[in-house]
């Protein structure tokens, strides 16, 4: 009965010899599994994250660029970046003219948890995003009014946005735009024009750069634009098409769309919609009771909403987009 015991113990010791050695050939794949499941997995959210960060970067570097100043984008760059992604590298944005565009991009070394075992301690991850811009040349404007290139060029002097003392518009027979001309060399009445909503729910209307769209005749503001919305407008810039051509009167009259630029409401009083506070002075020859108030601005777009083009005219306003 002994010797049964004492051969029993043997086997055993040789097999959990037997089984370790077993364990310890196969280790080495079983902690490459791991690594391809976790580190690989590592990899892919890492390179998520960093191009978020990418994204961010190049966009904030085009808005800057659209304004008319690029300013030093590799500081704007990196500041983006690391607000997304603290342990990235932003690299040199780079410039592009075909489109017009600028390209940033962030690299970091992610280090992995088992693949060093295998041989790898780290691998580089990089994203890179390209983001254009150009002026509008079609999309909604969220308030369905046009200004002639008359009322523009005398606010500006004929240049680019710069001031933010409102300019009040009468909706009357004429203001104080009448009498100048549009690239057409058209004379252009009065300096404002209500357009017709896409619906009867929506207030906006949606138009595009040579288009033709047809005048809601009236002073009064179009019937889905109500007072609660023109409230949430207020002090918020705003697309608007800028026309240079004009023909026929009433319902049927028409404007020709030479281009868009950005517009912040400071007030407005209508007698059907109610009034801002503060209220602006409506005092235009003629005048009706009824005005809005703003400045044209310098604006980028960032919504899907609009078109953009580099070939557009230049008003001040710019669209981006996010190419890749």
């Known amino acids: 009965m002994q010797r049964l015991t004492s051969r029993f113990r043997r086997r055993l010791v040789r097999e959990d010899g037997a089984s370790a050695a077993l364990v310890a050939v196969l280790l080495v794949p079983v902690l490459g599994f791991a690594a391809i499941a976790v580190d690989v997995g590592a990899l892919y959210a890492e ?30 760059a990196t500041s983006l970046l690391l607000a997304n992604d603290p342990e990235g590298k932003a690299g040199q944005p780079v410039l592009g003219s075909d489109p017009i565009s600028v390209t940033v991009t962030g690299s970091t070394p992610k280090e992995h948890w088992f693949a060093p075992v295998i041989g790898h301690e780290s691998t ?21 009014l046009a200004f002639s290139w008359c009322a523009f060029k005398q606010q500006t002097g004929g240049g680019l946005p710069s001031g ?17 001309t549009g690239p057409s060399n058209l004379q252009v009445p009065g300096g404002f024009g209500w357009l017709v909503p896409d619906n009867s729910t929506t207030c906006g209307a949606t138009t595009a750069m040579d288009g033709i769209v047809t005048s809601e005749p009236g002073n009064n503001p179009p019937t889905p634009c109500t007072q609660a919305y023109f409230a949430s407008l207020l002090k918020k810039p705003v697309l608007l098409p800028i026309f240079d051509e004009y023909g026929a009167s009433g319902s049927n009259a028409w404007y020709r769309i030479y281009g868009y630029a950005a517009f912040t409401i400071t007030g407005y009083d209508f007698k059907s919609k109610g009034k801002s506070t503060p209220t602006p002075n409506c005092g235009g020859s003629g005048n ?20 953009y083009s580099p070939d557009a005219p230049t008003l001040g306003s710019s669209v981006l987009r996010l190419i890749r």
């Open 164 to 180: 933010t003392t409102p300019r009040v518009v009468d909706f009357t027979k004429s203001d104080s735009t009448v009498g100048c």
């Open 124 to 144: 580089g991850v990089s994203a890179s995003a390209t983001v254009g811009w150009g002026a509008p040349v079609g999309g909604t404007a969220v308030l369905p």
């Open 47 to 76: 390179r998520a994250r960093l191009q978020v960060a990418a994204d961010a970067a190049a966009i904030a570097v085009a808005q800057d660029c659209a304004r008319g100043n690029c300013g030093n984008m590799l500081a704007t």
């Open 288 to 307: 009706s009771g009824q005005c809005i108030a703003g400045y044209f601005t310098r604006f980028v777009e960032l919504s899907d909403a609009w078109d």
